[in-house]
């Protein structure tokens, strides 16, 4: 049954909202049949939550977890991981029999309902030490035992690495040895390291990627990208594909950034997206009334092409005839 | 035992026969039950086969089998690894029921005998995309069937890495969706890059490793003999936990041959310095030079040294004899305090934060006079043409439509 049956994600700020926006977005685009939930944190602005309850069924604020565990996200060198505990309370959504959760740095590119036929608690593996589960995507079913037998686990045990993924397989220990049917295929959480250390493996599955998980400390949202020239800005170093990349910002340009606006009005924001002024004058690329407003809302006027003010004369002028 | 088992392992190079000779001592000193066994290329030299006659139960000298797939070995940056396809002859061994191959860069760091009990193919995921098995340690069953259908594979499909990897990746294509009990655990397979990907699963899991694999374009044989030498340049891509591999293969690789009542003593010093898995506690007489760049070499330094590691076994004799068993878990635990603090002075990136967009203060409004609105408009022209265009303000887009509806109207 669809209606009891939900994708969810997290966003405990402003940036991994916009990657909510765009993974809410993808699974939508791709015709999923489930409901579509995010928790949110206190710190989610009031704009970033109205594209949200835009774009996903459920927008539910949940306390932030902070695991508090400096000494193993030191190791890890990633201190924001700490506030990944608020993941758990994904298992208090109990008006859903079965849920895949889903984090804010993955993209989806197909149809990934199927992963409702799976039990609890099924993941792929992770590439840094493939015995463990990456906790970026994984299906689990809602309970509010699980949830508190999770955080006692917490209390107890606290998390080898000092996020959620070390809580959760240290929780469902057995998973690398028990059930082959709970290791996802990689393809459902295609890690974006994976692309560049083993890339003869890439080239023969990751055409078959279904979902991409941006780990790592860059995420999509920390590049700045020229929607008319389909570049990337920023330190591209770590990456020898970029096309997944430049398809979340396709689709984050395209289809978030015009909520975002809607719901920032006349207040400024700052998108992510530049113009190449240079190019833009040489070109003039055709745009929809919609489009010339945008930009010129973003301070993007091409001011000294079609929107010159002789231009604008002349519409005056023909109206004033 | 009814049937016979058997370690395999494979050299193409006199290099790779250096690491042969540590799988081979290790596997001995770790008491395995089971034959070992070594497939040589008929271009390692004479001596470096001798040496391996000297501790494997047979050497096998087969062809050469290289994927010659160029492009393949490209996209893996390793064009050398064509010719682990002569691994494909381990298939051939038929006098063996069951065997457990070993690449020749790998250690074996406890009895692991245990890999008999999988059946073909079993193997342990590859790091790098882990819906693969990494090819560095697979249990099998020798079958000439196999063997043909295999080279069939090769011919049809060849291999999607150029590799032995790809290849095998493809003919047990079902290994990571049909039968957990095919999965070997990663401590058995345990690739050098996960030392420093994911690290605090390695502080977690990592002292579970019984097997070592030295994956990578740098191999231990590359790397000096030399514990002082951790600030240098070369090893400023590994961590302290890789170092500490690199020198167990290196005391492997020097540990001379035994008598058995010898060899408990040996052991027993082994054993030691693993459980401090330190190497600063380490400290070898006098520094050895980098390794010999032939196995003839090899062997001269070896005997050459006979005297210095003679010293070396008495001096950490006398190093273990003055340290209690509480006094070395204490110690070992300060180290790993240490690591912890060191970890903890990594300063953290800053959080990725937004700029701030750019605010233009709004343009203020007046009734003017006409020459002075005339000025004014003049004025706001060139404004506009200059750039400074007032647009979230004077010029927003909505002031303009409300102008063009005040007209059409």
Not at chain 1, 109 to 130: H, K, M, T
Not at chain 1, 169 to 194: C, R
Not at chain 1, 250 to 265: C, F, I, N, T
Not at chain 2, 195 to 202: N, S
Request: with cysteine; proline share 5%.
């Amino acid at each position: 049954m669809a209606a009891d049956q939900a994708f969810v994600t997290l966003a405990t700020n402003d940036s991994y909202a916009r990657g909510a926006m765009v993974l809410g977005k993808s699974l939508k685009n791709h015709k999923t049949s489930k409901k579509l939930v995010v928790l949110i944190g206190p710190h989610v602005s009031d704009q970033s939550r109205a594209v949200l309850h835009n774009i996903y069924d459920e927008v539910r604020l949940v306390d932030v977890l902070d695991s508090g565990d400096a000494a193993h996200l030191a190791m890890m060198k990633r201190p924001d991981l700490g506030v990944t505990f608020t993941k758990l309370h994904c298992w208090t959504l109990t008006h859903y029999s079965k849920c895949v959760f889903m984090d804010a740095d993955t993209l989806v590119v197909s149809n990934i309902d199927e992963l409702f036929d799976r039990e609890e608690l099924s993941a792929a593996p992770d590439p840094g030490w493939p015995d463990c589960f990456n906790s970026g995507v994984f299906v689990f079913c809602p309970s509010n035992e699980t949830y508190g037998k999770l955080l006692q686990y917490c209390t107890q045990h606290g998390s080898f690495d000092g996020g959620d993924q070390g809580v959760l397989n240290g929780f469902f220990s057995d998973w690398a040895t028990a059930d082959i049917t709970k290791h996802l295929p990689f393809i459902y959480n295609m890690s974006s390291i994976a692309i560049y250390t083993y890339l003869p493996a890439f080239k023969q599955y990751g055409a078959n990627a279904k979902v991409v998980h941006f780990l790592g400390q860059m995420k999509p949202w920390s590049y700045t990208y020229n929607p008319s020239q389909r570049r990337l800005k920023g330190d591209m170093q770590g990456s020898l594909d970029p096309s997944f990349l430049l398809e979340w910002w396709a689709l984050y340009s395209g289809e978030v950034v015009p909520l975002l606006m809607g719901d920032y009005g006349d207040q400024p924001f700052y998108s992510g997206c530049e113009e190449d002024v240079a190019e833009s004058t040489h070109v003039q690329p055709i745009m929809s009334s919609a489009e010339r407003k945008q930009k010129w809302e973003q301070g993007q006027a091409d001011y000294m092409g079609i929107d010159s003010f002789d231009n604008i004369q002349k519409k005056l002028d023909v109206f004033l005839k | 035992m009814a049937e016979t088992q058997a370690f395999v392992t494979l050299a193409t190079t006199d290099a790779y026969s250096m690491g042969c000779i540590v799988v081979g001592k290790s596997l001995r000193r770790h008491g395995t039950s089971r034959k070992i066994v070594v497939m040589v290329s008929p271009n390692v030299s004479r001596s470096a086969r001798l040496a391996l006659e000297d501790i494997f139960d047979e050497v096998f000298v087969v062809d050469v089998l290289d994927s010659k797939d160029k492009a393949h070995l490209a996209w893996l940056g390793r064009p050398e690894l064509g010719v682990t396809f002569t691994k494909l002859h381990c298939w051939t061994l038929t006098q063996y029921s069951k065997c457990v191959f070993l690449d020749a860069d790998t250690l074996v760091l406890c009895n692991v005998d245990e890999l008999f009990e999988y059946e073909e193919l079993s193997a342990a995921p590859d790091p790098g995309w882990p819906d693969c098995f990494n090819t560095g340690v697979f249990v099998f069953r020798p079958s000439l069937n196999t063997h043909t259908q295999i080279l069939e594979h090769a011919a049809q499909h060849g291999s999607f890495d150029g590799g032995d990897q790809g290849l095998l990746n493809t003919f047990f294509n079902d290994w990571a969706v049909k039968d957990i009990r095919k999965h070997l655990p990663f401590v058995y397979n345990l690739t050098a890059s996960a030392v420093y990907t994911y690290l605090p699963a390695f502080q977690q899991y990592g002292h579970h490793a019984k097997i070592v694999h030295f994956l990578g374009g740098t191999k231990p044989w590359h790397l000096p003999y030399d514990p002082q030498a951790a600030n240098e340049s070369s090893f400023r891509d590994y961590s302290k936990n890789f170092e500490q591999f690199i020198n167990l293969w290196w005391v492997e690789y020097y540990s001379q041959r035994q008598t058995r009542a010898k060899m408990e003593d040996n052991n027993e010093e082994y054993k030691r310095l693993h459980s401090l898995q330190s190497a600063q506690q380490f400290v070898p007489p006098q520094t050895h030079h980098s390794p010999p760049q032939s196995q003839k070499k090899s062997i001269e330094a070896q005997h050459t040294e006979q005297t210095p590691l003679q010293d070396l076994s008495l001096d950490s004799l006398t190093i273990s004899s003055s340290k209690k068993p509480e006094e070395t878990n204490i110690l070992f635990d300060a180290l790993s305090a240490v690591e912890t603090e060191e970890a903890l002075v990594v300063s953290p990136s800053s959080e990725h934060t937004e700029p701030e967009a750019d605010e233009d203060s709004a343009g203020a409004t007046g009734e003017a006079a006409a020459a002075e609105a005339e000025q004014e408009d003049l004025q706001h022209r060139l404004m506009w043409e200059a750039g400074h265009i007032d647009y979230m303000g004077k010029d927003a887009f909505d002031n303009i439509k409300k102008k063009l509806d005040l007209f059409l109207d």
